[in-house]
């Protein structure tokens, strides 16, 4: 690997950020354009989940290090009137000014977000690895994906603009495992295999601004990896340490990453990589931008992206939870609210962005990115926030009463259905078949209206309305899960069996049937 003498591509300057303009086009800025005409663009068009939320979260530092640093502290109020006439210029300028030169994507000791130690460490400068190692979608190692046939041998070449990207979404997102360099294996990164929340406005600046993390009085300690003293070989032997705070959480080193560029007007084929500076999580200072939901033992379990479950399903680990039992939502969320209440944007919902990669150890299995409006009530109001969770519980309740039904109709369809492990064997046919998607697929439809009366307050018209949908819900299920068993006698047969079941659950979910002052359990 041939040493970096000279800096090169500063990302203050060089267009590497791709953003959406307010009418529709899409185009790549730098750092600096980002941050400091945010209100031209109406936000990030990354199109990767992971490289997407690593991207908001270091603007979000810079915002922060910025204001912080020349402003000194802020409160809503203050938030909300740089919302109205935009973000404040000469912090961001003086900041990015005095950082300058810890912005060099290539440079001979402080490249950004990596590692320059790795070039005078023979083992480890003599075993380059393709840049795929830093790319969470792309094959490399034992770990081949369907649609990429790229070699470790024979890398294509990628340019730095894209390559910067990358390197920040595995940062964050990498998952936990074997590394055998510095370290038989490390940490992950701190938003490994979590569904990451992040609240979106109208123009960047808003979105920024929606969440940005508060200003603390004792939070000066907590500074990003460039303000950090250089990483050496030692440091990244070191044992895990706990995060400082938001700052450091967002541009932790989790890997010791160095991009070698093929030549002065070339891109990137090659990395150095090795273990880096290992978080260890604290229970106390949860990631901003991470939900949990509460097990029934009590143990907090990170939303994520679960096959074959639609996300809306975790809506209530999103809402506050008065009584400490269910869940504790991303922090973001409620900064998010303070700010709208400030405003008094009380009937506008806050666009909320869902995404990230889900992986099993070192295994990525899928990412996504959905998005959801939430009312203000919602997300402010504990009252409401538990009704929309009780309604959500009454469609998991729901569904599996019908999956019950559905699991002795299959039972009844084959062999020896006496046997112990006949009904196993239904219950994995049922969970593979079209129940479940067709039942929560249509259950979704009703969701925004259910979110809109509970926001308003109308909780009886939001009781009735979810009954009705669940009504057609568990018709429809039940319609498909039949088709799938076919018309043989014994298959009609257990039909036959299952309907009075069947009618029993669909009679319980008849709202005239339910008095208004009745209450979901």
Not at 102 to 125: K, T, Y
Not at 263 to 280: N, S, T, V, W
């Amino acid at each position: 690997m041939t040493r970096t003498t000279e800096p090169a591509f500063n990302l203050l300057d060089e267009p590497w950020i791709p953003v959406r303009m307010l009418h529709g086009e899409t185009l790549d800025i730098s750092l600096s354009q980002a941050l400091l005409e945010a209100d031209r663009f109406s936000a990030l068009a990354e199109t990767s989940p992971p490289n997407l939320i690593a991207l908001y979260r270091l603007l979000l530092t810079i915002l922060h290090r910025a204001l912080s640093s020349h402003h000194g502290a802020w409160t809503d109020a203050v938030r909300a009137r740089w919302y109205r006439e935009g973000l404040p210029e000469a912090p961001i300028c003086a900041y990015l000014n005095e950082w300058r030169e810890r912005f060099w994507l290539f440079h001979p000791e402080h490249p950004f977000m990596q590692v320059a130690a790795l070039a005078d460490v023979p083992e480890i400068r003599d075993k380059q690895k393709p840049w795929t190692q830093i790319c969470l979608e792309c094959a490399n190692g034992n770990t081949p994906l369907v649609f990429d046939h790229a070699l470790d041998d024979l890398p294509a070449e990628i340019m730095p603009s894209l390559a910067c990207r990358h390197l920040l979404g595995a940062l964050q997102f990498t998952p936990g495992g074997l590394v055998k360099v510095v370290r038989d294996s490390d940490k992950a990164g701190p938003l490994a295999n979590t569904a990451a929340v992040m609240p979106i406005g109208k123009t960047l600046t808003s979105t920024l601004l929606s969440g940005l993390h508060p200003y603390r009085a004792r939070g000066q300690d907590d500074r990003p990896s460039w303000e950090q003293s250089r990483p050496n070989i030692e440091s990244l032997k070191a044992p895990p340490r706990l995060v400082t705070g938001p700052n450091d959480r967002y541009t932790r080193l989790t890997r010791a990453v160095l991009l070698a560029r093929a030549g002065a007007d070339r891109g990137i084929r090659h990395i150095l990589f090795a273990a880096g500076l290992a978080l260890e999580e604290d229970a106390h200072a949860p990631d901003p931008m991470a939900c949990y939901r509460f097990n029934k033992d009590g143990k907090a379990i990170r939303v994520s992206f679960t096959e074959g479950r639609a996300l809306w399903r975790e809506l209530p680990a999103l809402v506050p939870d008065a009584t400490g039992k269910f869940n504790q939502p991303a922090t973001i969320l409620s900064g998010a609210a303070n700010l709208f209440e400030q405003m008094g944007k009380f009937d506008e919902p806050i666009p909320v962005l869902i995404a990230g990669l889900a992986s099993d150890q070192a295994k990525l299995l899928r990412w996504r990115i959905e998005r959801f409006d939430l009312p203000l009530t919602v997300l402010a109001n504990p009252e409401a926030a538990a009704d929309l969770r009780a309604r959500v519980r009454q469609a998991e309740d729901t569904y599996f009463r019908l999956r019950a039904i559905c699991v002795e109709m299959v039972t009844d369809t084959m062999p020896d259905p006496s046997h112990k492990d006949t009904k196993a064997r239904a219950r994995s046919i049922l969970d593979n078949g079209p129940t479940a998607p067709v039942f929560f697929s249509t259950t979704e439809r009703g969701l925004p209206v259910l979110i809109q009366r509970i926001a308003a307050g109308d909780s009886d018209g939001a009781h009735q309305h979810w009954l009705e949908q669940l009504q057609a819900a568990t018709r429809r299920a039940w319609t498909a899960t039949c088709r799938a068993l076919g018309e043989t006698p014994r298959a009609l047969r257990a039909m036959a069996r299952a309907d009075p079941g069947l009618h029993r659950l669909v009679r319980s979910l008849d709202p005239s049937a339910i008095t208004s002052e009745e209450t979901i359990p």
